[in-house]
């Protein structure tokens, strides 16, 4: 199948719109080049910033908090700590009031697809699971968006429709992982883990790791699969090869990094499986000879644990994997009695006393609600 062009397929979707609309509205419609994508952020590692005045939580018992303090940034280090740093080094330095306001360390994420960012909103009330025709995540998010291409769900090996390509360019993921990053900033999140299933070919990985350098956010960029469509004429690396530095890993390792003092690191999403059929080493093998973290996808199942644990190829220690998805909790209620109706027991047989021939119990407990929370992992 020939490469559809996104322009020709927007136009297409679009025919009959544009009968109805002005067409200046939809004139010059396109994707992202590169050159619009220069100059869209500064260069945070450059810049000298001092956070003045304000309540401040480090987190750390070794630095202590300060009801009033300063905290000053030099590049991509936090420099100095502590009451009247603008009086000794920050006095080059870019000055924020933070008076009145609590200053300390952002949050966290362990796992984000940022390249789907620019489908926020798309399926809204869509569901979580299901297949074409359902509007879900797996045919709306991952099929068409993805992957460009939607399978029978009764027989997928028959593919029932296909774009050609993947519906994504480079500078596409480029745009999604910069804005992710910049917006999670804003809200404080301020470091993170990329799992970013979209590593279709290595200018489709060079681009989204270059939208991480880019933001100036601390991010663990875990290299992930993506659509292989070799078939369609398009070149697909991952996972890449133990020793080879030309494609998949290999490459991005040495290009991108190569030392371990950078905002930016290098994870791995290749599993604990064979990398590749017939590799003889696992996916975690391959990730760890590149000094990768190693992330898996687990989705609440205990397999995947297990089977790790059973090949002696993935070592022993694992305080350098991540599982991801891999807890569930569960809600449990029960009730006896709602109604809180009494059922009374036959009446007292001992005629001889006072009590004889009253009802003077019940057969059933009164009302009872339980909860309980079970938590698997």
Same mark, same amino acid.
């Given at each position: 199948?020939?490469?559809?062009?996104?322009?020709?397929?927007?136009?297409?979707?679009?025919?009959?719109?544009?009968?109805?609309?002005?067409? +200046?509205?939809?004139?010059?419609?396109?994707?992202?080049?590169?050159?619009?994508? %220069?100059?869209?952020?500064?260069?945070?590692?450059?810049?000298?910033?001092?956070?003045?005045?304000?309540?401040?939580?480090?987190?750390?018992?070794?630095?202590?908090?300060?009801?009033?303090?300063?905290?000053?940034?030099?590049?991509?280090?936090?420099?100095?700590?502590?009451?009247?740093?603008?009086?000794?080094?920050?006095?080059?330095?870019?000055?924020?009031?933070?008076?009145?306001?609590?200053?300390?360390?952002?949050?966290?994420?362990?796992?984000?697809?940022?390249?789907?960012?620019? %489908?926020?909103?798309?399926?809204?009330?869509?569901?979580?699971?299901?297949?074409?025709?359902?509007?879900?995540?797996?045919?709306?998010?991952?099929?068409?968006?993805?992957?460009?291409?939607?399978?029978?769900?009764?027989?997928?090996?028959?593919?029932?429709?296909?774009?050609?390509?993947?519906?994504?360019?480079?500078?596409?993921?480029?745009?999604?992982?910069?804005?992710?990053?910049?917006?999670?900033?804003?809200?404080?999140?301020?470091?993170?883990?990329?799992?970013?299933?979209?590593?279709?070919?290595?200018?489709?990985? =060079?681009?989204?790791?270059?939208?991480?350098?880019?933001?100036?956010?601390?991010?663990?960029?875990?290299?992930?699969?993506?659509?292989?469509?070799?078939?369609?004429?398009?070149?697909?690396?991952?996972?890449?090869?133990?020793? =080879?530095?030309?494609?998949?890993?290999?490459?991005?390792?040495?290009?991108?990094?190569?030392?371990?003092?950078?905002?930016?690191?290098?994870?791995?999403?290749?599993?604990?499986?064979?990398?590749?059929?017939? +590799?003889?080493?696992?996916?975690? %093998?391959?990730?760890?000879?590149?000094? +990768?973290?190693?992330? $898996?996808?687990?989705?609440?199942?205990?397999?995947?644990?297990?089977?790790?644990?059973?090949?002696?190829?993935?070592?022993?220690?694992?305080?350098?994997?991540?599982?991801?998805?891999?807890?569930?909790?569960?809600?449990? +209620?029960?009730?006896?009695?709602?109604?809180?109706?009494?059922?009374? $027991?036959?009446? $007292?047989?001992?005629?001889?006393?006072?009590?004889?021939?009253?009802?003077?119990?019940?057969?059933?407990?009164?009302?009872?609600?339980?909860?309980?929370?079970?938590?698997?992992?």
């Amino acid at each position: 199948m020939s490469e559809l062009l996104r322009r020709d397929f927007l136009k297409a979707g679009a025919a009959g719109l544009v009968a109805a609309t002005a067409p +200046a509205q939809l004139a010059g419609l396109r994707s992202a080049t590169r050159a619009d994508l %220069q100059g869209l952020v500064g260069d945070g590692r450059r810049r000298r910033i001092l956070l003045r005045g304000g309540a401040v939580l480090s987190l750390d018992a070794r630095v202590g908090d300060f009801e009033k303090a300063d905290v000053l940034i030099d590049g991509t280090k936090i420099a100095a700590v502590g009451p009247n740093v603008s009086a000794n080094l920050g006095s080059n330095a870019e000055v924020i009031d933070c008076a009145g306001t609590i200053v300390m360390p952002g949050f966290i994420t362990t796992h984000h697809h940022q390249y789907e960012t620019l %489908q926020r909103s798309l399926i809204p009330d869509g569901l979580l699971a299901g297949s074409w025709p359902q509007e879900s995540y797996g045919s709306v998010v991952q099929n068409i968006w993805t992957a460009g291409r939607i399978a029978d769900p009764a027989n997928p090996a028959n593919v029932i429709w296909d774009l050609g390509r993947v519906p994504y360019d480079p500078e596409d993921l480029y745009i999604c992982e910069l804005v992710a990053c910049l917006s999670e900033i804003t809200e404080g999140v301020t470091m993170g883990t990329d799992t970013s299933q979209a590593s279709h070919s290595p200018e489709h990985t =060079d681009a989204m790791i270059q939208g991480l350098v880019d933001s100036g956010r601390r991010m663990v960029y875990d290299y992930s699969p993506g659509i292989d469509r070799r078939a369609d004429g398009i070149p697909y690396e991952f996972p890449g090869a133990m020793g =080879d530095t030309t494609r998949g890993i290999g490459r991005i390792a040495k290009k991108y990094f190569s030392s371990r003092d950078q905002l930016v690191t290098l994870g791995c999403g290749s599993g604990p499986t064979e990398a590749f059929p017939g +590799a003889g080493y696992t996916g975690w %093998q391959l990730g760890r000879a590149f000094g +990768a973290l190693i992330n $898996n996808h687990n989705v609440g199942g205990s397999n995947v644990v297990i089977n790790a644990a059973a090949d002696p190829r993935n070592l022993a220690d694992w305080s350098d994997v991540t599982f991801i998805h891999c807890t569930r909790l569960q809600f449990r +209620a029960e009730v006896f009695n709602l109604t809180n109706t009494p059922s009374f $027991n036959a009446p $007292n047989t001992a005629i001889d006393t006072a009590a004889g021939g009253r009802v003077t119990s019940t057969a059933s407990s009164p009302r009872q609600m339980q909860f309980a929370l079970k938590y698997e992992f």
